[in-house]
């Protein structure tokens, strides 16, 4: 049985699945008004479901494990044979861009990725996007495979981090609580950080449209350290790099829907969403309910934001929540989300409970 069959059996007819622009997570990307919002959940593969951990297992290590397109296909496929989801999205990582660019990178057991650091000019230089299509070309198989396996409703999305997130990254050489290093460099060596953000945006283009030419129908560009940035900086490393990126994936004639995720970039949201170029924006759990929909979905479709804590608490609190979140977004373009990604101790009832009240009240 294909993913997805399940879930239309008792339906009245069939979507046909390649008319794709009927699917829902589209028609709420176009802005439409649905009944019940479309729903797929960050982090949806991940290590809370007990057949991710045991393929993660068979995994030599992380990475390998990405760019193998069987076992990505299949972390892919997992979360949409148990919720009746509107979208699959690509099993890979943000960090898969550095890596092919030249950088070192391992995930350590506990401690998260770590990357060779990339902290003056001379290293800045001795990257390259040349061996990024072939480096990443894996990844293009997992999206065909996943995509042949897709039925009904139910969307691909493919995804890359924003240049600043996955910059933060390589400056730093591993995660940070406050993207201390990289928000120094950008003031300290302006030049050498520009250069930065323009060969991150070139291979970030690259990388999106091999995914969309492969089969992606949906592309999200992931900016998690978009936060606490001075008006100054979040022009030079978010917006500027992410309308660059938006402009070269539409130069190459890829027309597919673009939701951003400026997560905690508040009350700076309408501006990224009319300045770069994004067909939708994704919403933290920050974001006003009231406020968004008064200041945002005018603008665009938007997605969000249920706290993923509250995914974790489950219960009352939760329905409550999801409630109020669909109410607020009933009148245009919506699907829902977390506002962050799912946490890896979140009992896979709450999933499941909170999958079914978004689809069916
Ligand atoms: O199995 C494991 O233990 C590895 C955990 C893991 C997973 C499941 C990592 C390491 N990456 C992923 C997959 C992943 N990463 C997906 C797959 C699709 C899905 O959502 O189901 C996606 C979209 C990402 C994106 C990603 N990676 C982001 C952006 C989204 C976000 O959560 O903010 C970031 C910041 C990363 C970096 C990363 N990858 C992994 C770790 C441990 C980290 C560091 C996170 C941090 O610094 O807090």
Redesign the pocket.
């Known amino acids: 049985m294909h993913v997805g069959e399940r879930r239309f059996m008792s339906d009245p007819p069939m979507p046909d699945p390649l008319i794709s622009s009927d699917k829902s997570i589209l028609k709420a990307l176009r802005g439409e008004a649905q009944a019940r919002p479309p729903i797929w959940v960050?982090?949806?593969?991940?290590?809370y479901l007990p057949e991710?951990r045991e393929l993660?297992q068979r995994a030599p290590d992380?990475v390998s494990?990405c760019l193998t397109p069987e076992m990505a296909a299949e972390a892919?496929l997992q979360?949409l044979r148990r919720f009746e989801l509107s979208a699959a999205?690509?099993?890979?990582?943000?960090?898969l861009i550095p890596m092919a660019m030249g950088c070192d990178l391992r995930?350590v057991k506990g401690e998260?990725?770590k990357l060779s650091p990339v902290r003056d000019r001379a290293s800045v230089d001795a990257l390259t996007t040349d061996t990024v299509s072939r480096t990443l070309a894996p990844v293009t198989e997992t999206v065909a495979r996943v995509k042949e396996q897709l039925e009904g409703d139910v969307a691909l999305i493919g995804?890359a981090?924003a240049p600043w997130?996955v910059a933060t990254?390589m400056i730093e050489g591993e995660?940070s609580r406050d993207q201390w290093a990289a928000r120094v460099f950008a003031y300290e060596d302006p030049e050498s950080f520009g250069r930065l953000m323009t060969m991150l945006s070139a291979a970030t283009a690259e990388y999106l449209v091999m995914q969309a030419e492969a089969g992606a129908e949906v592309l999200k560009i992931?900016d998690?350290?978009a936060s606490g940035l001075t008006e100054d900086l979040f022009q030079r490393a978010v917006i500027e790099p992410t309308a660059d990126i938006v402009r070269q994936v539409r130069a190459a004639g890829v027309d597919v829907p673009i939701i951003g995720f400026p997560?905690g970039a508040g009350p700076a949201i309408p501006r990224y969403v009319r300045e770069t170029g994004v067909t939708a924006v994704a919403l933290d759990q920050s974001v006003p309910l009231n406020w968004a929909r008064e200041n945002v979905q005018p603008l665009a479709p938007v997605q969000g934001n249920l706290d993923n804590a509250l995914l974790r608490a489950g219960g009352p609190a939760m329905d409550a929540a999801i409630d109020a979140i669909v109410e607020a977004f009933a009148g245009g373009g919506h699907v829902f989300n977390l506002g962050?990604?799912i946490t890896p101790e979140t009992p896979i009832e709450n999933m499941a409970r909170l999958v079914n009240r978004v689809r069916h009240g």
């Open positions: 960050m982090r949806q593969a991940g290590r991710y993660r992380f494990f892919t979360p999205i690509l099993f890979a990582d943000i960090l995930f998260g990725p995804f981090g997130t990254y995660g992931f998690s350290w997560r962050h990604g």
